[in-house]
């Protein structure tokens, strides 16, 4: 399987910051990364997909990069509401493998 | 806006076997750009894909779960399901169902999960 590896594990941010959480595959993926927000005790929402592409309703301070192992998710101007686990999931070779999370909490 | 809904026991005894259903509101189980995923995530851990399952039945499980997991599906209803056998406390997390986009293979629409353990 594909390992993903997330980093940091968690951050501490204040709103207005510029946010960046990295996604690292254990072998080439090509672009078949995908990124999702997830909040306790609700469903988790897909952010982006195919490395860069923003799910339609999204707003546009989320950002995705990268391709081949080295992947990044910004969030160019951390709201309130963006206060949330964040995973990455690689769609290149099943099974379809997720990172750990990066939990992003209030500073 | 589609939306999906578990349904199922929240405990389940050792060597028994879990039972969830998805219903699907808001759109077809039959499109035919769908495949209905389940993905568990136990307590304090990441995220696990368990597999889909496509309309007309096609089915694909992950190789971690070998041969406990059967998929299931019917269209009159508008749902599907997941059967896990002989569980154990590792088994016990929350399972969530998921649309899955055919051949682009990322999920857009989830359920809130439902937490299942497994403990006598």
């Known amino acids: 399987d594909i390992q993903m590896t997330q980093s940091p594990s968690s951050l501490s941010a204040s709103v207005g910051d510029r946010v960046t959480i990295t996604c690292r595959a254990s072998q080439s993926i090509t672009w078949n990364l995908n990124w999702y927000q997830h909040k306790p005790g609700k469903a988790p929402r897909l952010l982006i997909y195919a490395a860069a592409r923003l799910q339609s309703g999204v707003p546009s301070r989320f950002s995705g990069s990268g391709s081949g192992t080295d992947f990044t998710l910004t969030i160019s101007s951390l709201q309130p509401e963006d206060f949330a686990t964040y995973y990455c999931q690689q769609s290149y070779t099943s099974p379809w493998t997720f990172g750990q999370g990066t939990t992003v909490e209030i500073k | 806006q589609m939306q999906l809904q578990e349904s199922g026991p929240g405990l389940v005894k050792p060597s028994q076997t879990l039972s969830l259903t998805c219903t699907v509101s808001g759109g077809s189980i039959s499109s035919d750009d769908s495949y209905w995923s389940w993905i568990r995530q136990p307590p304090g851990k990441g995220l696990e894909w368990l597999g889909y399952?496509?309309?007309?039945?096609?089915?694909y499980s992950n190789p971690s779960l070998k041969s406990r997991v059967t998929f299931s599906v019917d269209t009159s209803q508008n749902q599907f399901s997941l059967t896990l056998s002989s569980v154990t406390a590792a088994d016990t997390a929350i399972y969530y169902c998921?649309?899955?986009?055919?051949?682009?293979?990322?999920?857009?629409?989830w359920g809130r999960g439902t937490l299942v353990t497994v403990s006598s």
């Open positions: 399952i496509y309309y007309i039945g096609t089915t």
């Open positions: 998921v649309r899955e986009v055919r051949r682009s293979y990322y999920f857009d629409y």
